[in-house]
Structures are given as structure tokens and as C-alpha cells.
T-cell receptor, first 116, second 115 residues
Framework: AQKITQTQPGMFVQEKEAVTLDCTYD???????LFWYKQPSSGEMIFLIY??????QNATEGRYSLNFQKARKSANLVISASQLGDSAMYFC?????????????FGKGTSLLVTP | ETGVTQTPRHLVMGMTNKKSLKCEQH?????MYWYKQSAKKPLELMFV???????ENNSVPSRFSPECPNSSHLFLHLHTLQPEDSALYLC??????????????FGSGTQLSVL
């Protein structure tokens, strides 16, 4: 069984500062993919960044980077230079391989509030 | 405009009503999904369709009935719902059902309230 854990229900960060959102996972699949999604108040889930379990380098997408520590089974999202528009719910997700039917499981999310 | 469109955005229904949620994707994807999002709970996968064929039903009660007439459209038919079914229902699509890096594209959801 796969499990995604996001331990921070809510986070605050000041505009222009960096913030790290935590995510740990558990799986028995030898290969897997890790995702982060953003959900603003409008409801739509927006894909942010992807990390494959065999990728040698940490993924980066603009102001988003993923701090992937495979041995610790953690995949933290780092947002640099926070903007007011970054205020939203953030979800970590993991897709297993064929052993788990490529199931995509989500964590409970972290609410981020960016203050002026 | 997003690639995945859901209607209606909001729906209030009584427990004896019958209603349908609609999802349409304009991305040429082959897989479509229904998710349920309740407060303080992870997203719950309800149904998966791949090339119009249902491939997953995650023990969803029969009062939820999906329909996928083609790869671009997905419906969720609702009847005799319970108040605990009140939630945000999200539709998503992906190019393929398989693949570790296959990312989902979501609609804005239908906020359902069952009275």
C-alpha cells in the first residue's frame, strides 16, 4: 500500500521569502513518480512539478524545486521568492508503477498563506 | 480557459433528486477520472476510464453512476445521495492511464451540497 504524508496543515510565509512544504511517502514499488499540485480557491488542481524515483537530479520548474531525498522517502517542495498569488492548498502525490496499477495517491495537503 | 471543463460549478440537491455532473476535456487525452475531495481528507479516486472503458471503480456506492460516451466526455450520474456525499467532485484527464510521469489535468470541480 502507498501512503503520502503532509504533516503541515498550514504554513505562513512573507512575500519574497522562500518556503518549504514537507512531504514524505511510503511505497514498496521499485519505481515511482512524485508530483506536486497547487489548488487555489477556484478549485482547479494545477500541476507544478514532477520527480521520477530514478532521476539523478532534483527537479526544478521556475520558482519551484523539489528536494528529493530517496533514502528518507521525502519529496519536499521549495517555493522561492514567494508571491501573494502563491496562497493556495498544495498537494503532494505519488504514482506507483505497474505493481500498484499506476495508482496516483494524494496527501491531505498544506494550506499556504503568503503575507505582504 | 482550461483544457478540462466541468459543469455545473455548484449544485444543491435533495436526497431524492437525480442530477448529473458533466466533464469535457479538449486535450485529446485517452484517460479520464472522477475524484471526490472532502474537507481535511486526501483526494479519493472514484472511477477511471481508459479509451471509454471503465478500468477502476474504487468501491464507490451505486448511487454514483459514471458514464463515458467517448474519450472527451465523462458524466457522473447522482441519485438518492446522502448528506455525507457533499464534497467537491473533480474531473481529470491524462494522455495515458499508465506511465510514472503521466500527469493529470484537472477541471475546477463541482461543489455539491446534499440537503
Amino acid at each position: 500500500a502507498q501512503k503520502i504524508t503532509q504533516t503541515q496543515p498550514g504554513m505562513f510565509v512573507q512575500e519574497k521569502e522562500a518556503v518549504t512544504l514537507d512531504c514524505t511517502y511510503d511505497t514498496s514499488d521499485p519505481s515511482y513518480g512524485l508530483f506536486w499540485y497547487k489548488q487555489p480557491s477556484s478549485g482547479e488542481m494545477i500541476f507544478l512539478i514532477y520527480q521520477g524515483s530514478y532521476d539523478q537530479q532534483n527537479a526544478t520548474e521556475g520558482r519551484y524545486s523539489l528536494n528529493f531525498q530517496k533514502a528518507r522517502k521525502s519529496a519536499n517542495l521549495v517555493i522561492s521568492a514567494s508571491q501573494l498569488g502563491d496562497s493556495a492548498m498544495y498537494f503532494c502525490a505519488m504514482r506507483g508503477d505497474s505493481n500498484s496499477g499506476y495508482a496516483l495517491n494524494f496527501g491531505k495537503g498544506t494550506s499556504l498563506l503568503v503575507t505582504p | 480557459e482550461t483544457g478540462v471543463t466541468q459543469t455545473p460549478r455548484h449544485l444543491v440537491m435533495g436526497m431524492t433528486n437525480k442530477k448529473s455532473l458533466k466533464c469535457e476535456q479538449h486535450l485529446g487525452h485517452n484517460a479520464m477520472y472522477w475524484y471526490k475531495q472532502s474537507a481535511k481528507k486526501p483526494l479519493e479516486l472514484m472511477f477511471v476510464y481508459n479509451f471509454k472503458e471503465q478500468t477502476e471503480n474504487n468501491s464507490v456506492p451505486s448511487r454514483f453512476s459514471p458514464e463515458c460516451p467517448n474519450s472527451s466526455h465523462l458524466f457522473l450520474h447522482l441519485h438518492t445521495l446522502q448528506p455525507e456525499d457533499s464534497a467537491l467532485y473533480l474531473c481529470a484527464s491524462s494522455q495515458s492511464r499508465q506511465g510514472l510521469n503521466e500527469k493529470l489535468f484537472f477541471g475546477s470541480g463541482t461543489q455539491l451540497s446534499v440537503l
